[in-house]
């Protein structure tokens, strides 16, 4: 089965710290994304990498940065924190697709921005 | 650009009851259509898909067709257990767009 670990279930910072969310997945799997869920909003893409070192902007990328220097390893990271940032924030991987593959996901970090 | 609408929440049932939840989406192409579900305090798995038009995606009770013709993907189950208590989601995915679009969930309340 495949396994997406995030580093953290429950986080809490203050406003202005860099925050670093952490995600690790042990399939190899070339897609790794980051989402943000909020009630009534469902999820929404923030940041993809679709190879080391490489990534792309999802529809909500500002203020979030991402890492992806190890196949592995997706980080998010949150430049300046601030309270509008308080989320549920989801990774999920996927093999390469030539057609839609389905995504696997981690449990979750529930992000509190003080 | 591709959305996925589904419809509002709660739900709240008696147990043995049967579940709709409705899915439409709006797509250019031929997209994938899958069914997510979340259970409290964990993070989304797959339910259920369907690549293309008229595939039914069935798993632990639960079917959904993909109708292409109504552009839906509605989620039922027959007789719905205390255990299926948790937040559903549709989802959208094509070839043009790595990642999926997502519906905004439907939570559903299944009572003894």
């Known amino acids: 089965d495949v396994k997406v670990t995030q580093s953290s279930r429950y986080l809490v910072k203050r406003t202005g710290e860099k925050v670093f969310l952490e995600c690790v997945q042990d399939?190899?799997?070339?897609?790794m994304f980051w989402y943000r869920q909020d009630p009534g909003l469902g999820l929404r893409l923030i940041y993809f990498s679709y190879d080391v070192k490489m990534k792309e902007k999802g529809d909500i990328p500002e203020g979030y940065s991402v890492s992806r220097e190890k196949k592995e390893r997706f980080s998010l990271i949150l430049e300046s924190a601030s309270t509008n940032q308080t989320s549920m924030y989801l990774c999920?991987?996927?093999?390469?697709?030539?057609?839609?593959?389905?995504?696997?996901f981690g449990d979750g970090t529930r992000l509190s921005i003080l | 650009g591709n959305s996925v609408t589904q419809m509002e929440g709660p739900v709240t049932l008696s147990e043995e009851a049967f579940l709709t939840i409705n899915c439409t989406y709006t797509a250019t192409g031929y997209p994938s259509l899958f069914w997510y579900v979340q259970y409290p305090g964990e993070g989304l798995q797959l339910l259920l898909k369907a690549t293309k038009a008229d595939d039914k995606g069935s798993n632990k009770g639960f079917e959904a067709t993909y109708r292409k013709e109504t552009t839906s993907f509605h989620l039922e189950k027959g007789s719905v257990q205390v255990s299926d208590s948790a937040v559903y989601f549709c989802a959208l995915g094509d070839t043009g767009r790595r990642a999926l679009t997502f519906g905004s969930g439907t939570r559903l309340q299944v009572q003894p």
């Open positions: 999920a991987s996927s093999p390469p697709f030539q057609t839609v593959k389905p995504q696997h």
């Open positions: 399939m190899d799997h070339e897609n």
